[in-house]
């Protein structure tokens, strides 16, 4: 909820004018040095790596709380509540589900959220029954039978919660699984690193490492204090590809904050001369795990690039104290 009544006093302070700044969270102190990064972003969630859909969500099954787990993942898994509110407020559609939301504006959708907040909700409130609190609340100040009560319905339907109005639940779209012809060389990292190209203190690359995905060879970030690292491959996306780009990250960190991002990794496209296109998702201290061997499966959409020439990059920053170290293996671009 203070992201979202956060946004909310930003929009009030920059006149009502909507910006693209206005659905970031702390983009001002997040990364200054990276222009349109962000701690979380409620218009686009994923591409800093976090949940857009309820089926998305960290920890969906039994979970004991603690710091280590940033209580059971309760920061990264606002981002589904805070997409919700941006699809009643500015309206939009959900890429998981599809579906499709007709904004009510960030005046009345605010006005929703602060009743259901300091009237409905509690300590305990749920993803459940913070969709009933807005709907009472939507209920109170417009009527159950008003426009906004109808988008915030689909905004919670769009993300998972409940369902839309008229009593349908949309199926969850899978993320694609990628076909055709592979883009990418040596994805695997196996022998060499070529044609990757690495650099900086923060880089490495190891041919028979302790701890690959599948084969030997890894490539890895961090590890030393105050440094940076990146590696790239240039690749030419044909407009009958998929654009589905997927790679395997273990993240293992000594930091042990829950909430704050220290060390991070982004995922990111840049043109030939290495100017930065997009920022595809972020990931830090945060997403680690305990050993060094447990990877997850990452997916990232390009579709935005076919018929285009471009990097691919993975890029390193570290904090000044305590390391994590990202590993990265079998990335695969369709």
């Known amino acids: 909820m203070s992201d979202i009544m956060g946004s909310m006093v930003e929009l009030y302070a920059d006149g009502g004018v909507v910006s693209a700044d206005t659905w970031k969270i702390g983009e001002d102190a997040y990364t200054p040095g990276t222009a349109g990064d962000a701690l979380r972003r409620m218009d686009n969630p994923n591409a800093v790596g976090d949940p857009d859909h309820y089926s998305l969500r960290l920890y969906p099954g039994t979970c004991t709380a603690s710091n280590a787990n940033d209580q059971c993942g309760v ?33 009345d959708a605010a006005k929703v959220f602060y009743r259901a907040l300091t009237v409905y909700m509690t300590a305990s409130t749920n993803f459940a029954g913070a969709r009933t609190a807005t709907l009472s609340a939507a209920t109170d100040l417009f009527g159950a039978s008003s426009a906004q009560y109808n988008t915030v319905a689909t905004g919670w339907c769009a993300v998972g919660v409940g369902t839309c109005p008229g009593g349908s639940t949309p199926t969850p779209t899978p993320t694609p699984t990628p076909s055709g012809n592979e883009l990418l060389v040596n994805g695997g990292f196996e022998t060499s690193a070529s044609p990757w190209v690495g650099s900086g203190n923060g880089y490495f690359y190891t041919a028979n490492g302790n701890a690959p995905h599948g084969g030997t060879g890894y490539v890895y970030f961090g590890v030393n204090n105050k440094a940076t690292g990146q590696s790239y491959q240039t690749v030419a996306i044909p407009t009958t590809a998929t654009g589905t780009l997927t790679f395997w990250l273990n993240v293992t960190s000594s930091e042990t904050s829950t909430t704050k991002q220290y060390d991070k990794l982004f995922a990111e496209v840049r043109n030939t001369s290495g100017t930065l296109l997009a920022t595809l998702a972020t990931y830090s201290n945060l997403n680690k795990v305990a050993s060094a061997t447990t990877y997850s499966q990452k997916s990232l959409n390009l579709a935005a690039y076919k018929g285009q020439t471009v990097r691919v990059q993975f890029r390193s920053t570290m904090d000044t104290s305590v390391t994590t170290t990202f590993r990265v293996d079998d990335v695969s671009l369709k």
């Open 75 to 107: 920061h990264t898994n606002s981002s589904i509540q805070n997409h919700a509110f941006y699809l009643m407020a500015a309206g939009g559609t959900n890429r998981i589900s599809g579906v499709a939301v007709t904004g009510i504006g960030g005046t």
